[in-house]
């Protein structure tokens, strides 16, 4: 008897201490499953999320703020902008922040400078046929502009106050009939908008006839139009996140900030402005020559319809 109470505790021990040891495996199996999953979790965190800007570039060509081997600022046409990221020529100047999801434009002074200005740019032109400059839009035909944007960096002039560079265009252009018309040895017309990056505020300047009675001919000529005094949007971007849409129709311009402040303008001198042909154009154009001076924009979204 005694014999079998022996056996049997000895039974009884050998399942107990079977069923521990499963209990202790199956713990140690979960813990380290745990731990691997913790990991993961932890390589995952530490990696960052890439993103990519939501601009198609079919319908613009570049302008960079260095020169070819002739002195004139080197330009990208579609569809070779398409792989901007790719050029080497293009890299130091318009070139993707993955970790941002954006375009980023930088301007610097450089000897390279388009017709009629002392500054440089790495700006975007509207080309509603790709590769082509000849074919643009009146204001009766209509345009929208809409993007997001920020200003990622720019420097300091000797007084302490942030350079400023224009962020956004409509630039007129005479047809070939125009500029034969009045002479001209090109298409260049004054631009009826430009919008500003100008200490932390969005800042628009806009054209105005100088005589309001000059003919359609006489108006052709550059130096018909003056500046407007400018406007500047109450709102203060600094360097967030902003957006900017500008609306076109016959006869009237609205430039809107946020989605939440306007300036419209509705007259005669947008009436008489329908005489031109018109593009979009959207980037860096930097404002400033002085030494070592540079910004960086940086573009979220981008998009023109018609």
Do not use: C
Not at 110 to 122: A, F, G, L, P, V
């Amino acid at each position: 008897m005694k014999n079998f109470r022996k056996e049997l505790l000895l039974i009884v021990l050998t399942i107990f201490l079977s069923v521990n040891a499963t209990s202790q495996n199956k713990k140690s199996s979960v813990t380290e499953s745990d731990s691997k999953i913790e990991k993961k979790s932890k390589k995952k965190k530490k990696k960052k999320k890439f993103k990519l800007p939501d601009i198609d570039l079919s319908h613009w060509k570049v302008t960079l703020p260095v020169a070819d081997e002739n002195g004139k600022p080197i330009e990208i046409d579609p569809p070779e902008i398409l792989d901007f990221a790719s050029n080497e020529v293009a890299k130091p100047y318009m070139y993707i922040d993955s970790t941002a999801g954006a375009i980023v434009f930088y301007a610097m002074p450089t000897e390279s400078k388009t017709r009629n200005t002392k500054y440089t740019r790495s700006e975007l032109r509207e080309q509603m046929v790709p590769g082509n400059n000849n074919v643009n839009w009146t204001f009766a035909q209509g345009g929208n502009l809409k993007a997001k944007l920020a200003m990622d960096e720019t420097t300091k002039d000797s007084d302490g106050k942030y350079h400023r560079t224009i962020i956004m265009q409509i630039h007129g252009r005479l047809t070939n009939e125009q500029r034969d018309l009045i002479g001209e040895d090109d298409n260049n017309a004054p631009p009826i908008l430009k919008i500003y990056w100008d200490k932390g505020k969005v800042r628009v300047k806009t054209k105005v006839l100088k005589n309001l009675n000059a003919s359609d001919t006489e108006i052709l000529h550059e130096d018909a139009w003056g500046d407007d005094d400018g406007f500047n949007f109450e709102q203060e971007v600094g360097f967030r996140k902003f957006t900017l849409e500008v609306k076109v129709s016959e006869g009237k311009m609205v430039v809107i900030l946020n989605g939440n402040e306007y300036k419209v303008y509705e007259n005669i001198h947008m009436r008489r402005w329908g005489v031109f042909e018109n593009y979009f154009k959207a980037g860096n154009y930097f404002q400033s020559r002085d030494e070592g001076s540079f910004s960086k924009v940086r573009f979220y979204e981008l998009e023109v319809s018609h």
